[in-house]
């Protein structure tokens, strides 16, 4: 079935330190590809999103690229803040998964540090 | 605003007893699901309904059951029969079910007391 894979966290960078998420997935059809945010004791919020190969989603300074040929979908941000410690998820959504509309990664822990 | 609600942010349950989580949303959509959350699992469907008066077992539906009886609103009961409820509790909507993006809830906090 389909299924998510990001690198292991915790992450730990410095204020205004590059950011690198890694996420790569297994899926049947072509899925769209989504980040999702979630800061300590909330919910999931919807960070950016990519429908088709090449598309490059972007909001509040992270990028991500749909890449097809190496089935990845990495968060980049160039200057992390404070504000932006939390738990990032990467997830896909396929019409070929079955039951599961939204299939997660388990989500990579980012603290920042000033 | 536009949004989706949970109640309460944080629930206690004794052993043997039934639970009502409580999700709401005002943004007229038909699709609506329920996920748990625990450390490092990242998140797993329980239930999941495309459209009122309609939903359907989920990864993890064992020991859960939920409603959908108005189009705002999917409540989630963890039955007794659920013998690991400890979890993070999140409810999402979205536009329809072909719709892909979904939006999430602020969750509810489940302890066993």
């Known amino acids: 079935g389909d299924s998510v894979t990001q690198m292991e966290g915790p992450v730990t960078l410095s204020e205004e330190a590059f950011l690198t998420i890694n996420c790569t997935y297994t899926a049947t059809g072509y899925p769209s590809l989504f980040w999702y945010v979630q800061y300590p004791g909330e919910g999931l919020q919807l960070l950016l999103k990519?429908?088709?190969?090449?598309d490059k989603g972007s909001n509040k300074g992270f990028e991500a690229t749909y890449r097809k040929e190496t089935t990845s979908f990495h968060l980049e941000k160039g200057s992390v803040q404070v504000s932006d410690s939390a738990v990032y998820f990467c997830a896909l959504s396929d019409g070929n998964s079955g039951n599961t509309p939204l299939v997660f990664g388990k989500g990579t822990r980012l603290s920042v540090i000033a | 605003d536009g949004g989706i609600t949970q109640s309460p942010k944080y629930l206690f349950r004794k052993e043997g007893q039934n639970v009502t989580l409580s999700c709401e949303q005002n943004?007229?959509?038909?699709?609506m699901y329920w996920y748990r959350q625990d450390p490092g699992q990242g998140l797993r469907l329980i239930y999941y309904s495309q459209i009122v008066n309609d939903f359907q077992k989920g990864d993890i539906a064992e020991g859960y059951s939920v409603s959908r009886e108005k189009k705002e609103s999917f409540p989630l009961t963890v039955t007794s029969a659920q013998k690991n409820p400890t979890a993070f509790y999140l409810c999402a909507s979205s536009a329809t079910w072909a719709a892909k993006t979904q939006y999430f809830g602020p969750g509810t906090r489940l302890l066993v007391l």
């Open positions: 990519a429908t088709k190969a090449d």
């Open positions: 943004l007229n959509h038909d699709a």
